[in-house]
């Protein structure tokens, strides 16, 4: 990235992070968390290339629908986590974007400057792609001194070891409500002796290394645990709808789309299924919440919100 695009994802940091620590997610806050424990840094203003973030900020509405593991409890900590969810399309526009991820996050001293993270899933982001196909995707980010990120293989960053898959792919076929599902499998862990951060991905239950994120890329998440956050995710830009999240329908619907099969990773890379419910990161009008974990599955999502 040059200097003015990485200037855009440190302003990006901030003015993200003082608008979401005015207090939307009271989920995490009731429960006595000092912090939101969500990774919306890598909010998809980051990523347009001449956004304007004097009105990008009043016009770009993101909504999530996830649950976080945060560090801490019990002196366990955990460096990955693997899940199996349905895939699905819409037809979006330009100043849309509807995704389903995992997000690997380290808030450095709490300054929003020293922030660190992960992202990876499935979206639709005609911004990106000027296409409304559902593609495979990777973001970094590295607040710190630098201020940088970067999403799929559009700078280098992360490496790539599969001939098959790349990040940045179109995911085909995907589900359709009603008829076929379309799963994959996401994988995420910190190999113990490199550092480095491994992805794999694939169809259900056949998932396969895609490539890692090497340790110097994200200084901030070497040595340091991390929050592990896993759900959906839409933006739009008014006077554009909010897009569909999931498969477009709310999580108690029998058609909600899902994350199930939930595990998560520990430094020698045991997998431990996530038996219990985590705390979960919703906003304040609900359009899209997301269900309880019950056996290592939730359902999360919706149509869209009127705002
Ligand atoms: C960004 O948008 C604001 C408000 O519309 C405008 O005043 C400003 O000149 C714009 N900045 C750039 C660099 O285009
Ligand atoms: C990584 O991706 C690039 C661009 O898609 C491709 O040319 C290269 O062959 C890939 N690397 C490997 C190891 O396959
Ligand atoms: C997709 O995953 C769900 C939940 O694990 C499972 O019930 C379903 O059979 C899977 N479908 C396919 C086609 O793999």
């Given at each position: 990235m040059d200097n003015s695009s990485q200037l855009i994802v440190l302003l990006g940091v901030l003015l993200l992070a003082s608008s979401l620590f005015g207090g939307c997610f009271s989920s995490l806050q009731e429960e006595?968390?000092?912090?939101?424990?969500?990774?919306?840094?890598?909010?998809?203003e980051f990523f347009l290339?001449?956004?304007n973030l004097t009105t990008d900020r009043n016009s770009i509405i993101t909504y999530y629908s996830s649950h976080t593991w945060l560090p801490g409890g019990g002196g366990v900590n955990y460096y990955g986590v693997e899940a199996t969810l349905d895939v699905y399309n819409f037809d979006l526009e330009h100043g849309q974007a509807s995704a389903a991820a995992i997000w690997i996050v380290n808030r450095g001293?709490?300054?929003?400057?020293s922030l660190c993270a992960i992202q990876f899933g499935w979206h639709i982001f005609p911004w990106l792609y000027k296409d409304s196909h559902t593609h495979f995707y990777t973001a970094w980010m590295s607040g710190?001194?630098?201020?940088k990120g970067c999403m799929?293989?559009?700078?280098?960053g992360f490496h790539n070891s599969s001939s098959i898959i790349a990040p940045g792919h179109v995911i085909s076929p995907v589900s359709h409500v009603g008829d076929q599902k379309s799963n994959i499998t996401l994988r995420i862990f910190k190999e113990?002796?490199?550092?480095d951060w491994h992805i794999h991905f694939g169809p259900s239950g056949d998932s396969e290394p895609v490539g890692y994120f090497p340790k110097s890329l994200i200084?901030?998440?070497?040595d340091n645990p991390v929050e592990i956050s896993f759900g959906g995710y839409v933006a739009h830009r008014k006077p554009r709808l909010s897009p569909p999240m999931g498969?477009?329908?709310?999580?108690?619907?029998?058609?909600a789309a899902f994350f199930s099969n939930l595990k998560l990773i520990d430094q020698d890379g045991n997998d431990y299924t996530i038996d219990k419910d985590l705390p979960y990161t919703t906003d304040?009008?609900?359009?899209y919440n997301p269900s309880v974990i019950d056996s290592a599955q939730f359902f999360y999502g919706g149509p869209g919100c009127i705002d």
């Open positions: 006595g968390h000092p912090r939101i424990a969500w990774p919306s840094e890598l909010h998809p290339p001449n956004g001293d709490g300054h929003p400057s710190g001194a630098s201020g799929n293989m559009n700078c280098p113990k002796y490199s550092g200084p901030g998440l070497i498969s477009g329908y709310i999580a108690y619907n029998e058609n304040m009008k609900g359009c």
